[in-house]
C-alpha cells in the first residue's frame, strides 16, 4: 500500500507524487508544443496536406541513407515546413534531425543545441553543420 511513496517525481526527482510538479510539468510540456507549433505550417504536427518540394518519403529516404538503417520515429511529432522536414529520431544525445527539401541534406540535432525549440531556432539561423554523410567531420 506503501508503493507511492517509493514513486519518483518526474519533474523534481524527489520522492512522492506532487500535485504542483505534475501541473508544472504539464504546463511546461504545453510551452514547448506551442513554441514548436511555430515552426508548421498549418499549426499542426505531421506532414502537412498544402507541403511543397520534397515529399515526406523522400525525405525519409534520405534520413535512411545518411543512417544507413531504417529509423524508428513518431509521425505525429514530425514537423514540416517549406524549407525543411524535422524528423524525430531520439537517443540519448540526439533530438532528432532535419531534412532540408531543396538540398536533400541531412542535419543531425544534437541535445548539445539545447531542447527541441533551440536545437531547430539554431539550424534556422544556420548554425547547426552538415555532418556530411554519416557523420563524418561532425
Ligand atoms: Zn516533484
Known amino acids: 500500500?506503501?508503493?507511492?511513496?517509493?514513486?519518483?517525481?518526474?519533474?523534481?526527482?524527489m520522492s512522492g507524487y506532487h500535485p504542483g510538479c505534475q501541473a508544472e510539468m504539464?504546463?511546461?510540456?504545453?510551452?514547448v508544443?506551442?513554441?514548436l507549433l511555430q515552426f508548421t505550417m498549418g499549426g499542426s504536427f505531421g506532414p502537412d496536406?498544402?507541403?511543397?518540394?520534397?515529399?515526406?518519403?523522400?525525405?525519409?529516404?534520405?534520413?535512411?541513407?545518411?543512417?544507413d538503417y531504417v529509423p524508428d520515429f513518431d509521425a505525429e511529432a514530425?514537423?514540416?515546413?517549406?524549407?525543411?522536414?524535422?524528423?524525430?529520431?531520439?537517443?540519448i544525445?540526439?533530438?532528432?534531425?532535419?531534412v532540408d527539401k531543396s538540398t536533400g541534406r541531412v542535419y543531425k540535432l544534437g541535445s548539445g543545441l539545447g531542447d527541441l525549440v533551440q536545437a531547430l531556432t539554431a539550424y534556422e539561423q544556420g548554425r547547426v553543420p552538415t555532418g556530411g554523410r554519416r557523420d563524418k567531420g561532425a
Open 1 to 13: 500500500m506503501d508503493e507511492i511513496e517509493d514513486e519518483v517525481c518526474e519533474w523534481c526527482g
Open 26 to 31: 504539464a504546463d511546461w510540456a504545453e510551452q
Open 33 to 35: 508544443r506551442v513554441r
Open 49 to 67: 496536406p498544402s507541403g511543397s518540394g520534397m515529399s515526406f518519403g523522400e525525405a525519409v529516404a534520405r534520413l535512411e541513407q545518411y543512417l
Open 78 to 91: 514530425v514537423i514540416e515546413n517549406k524549407r525543411w522536414w524535422y524528423i524525430p529520431h531520439c537517443w
Open 93 to 98: 544525445g540526439m533530438l532528432g534531425f532535419v
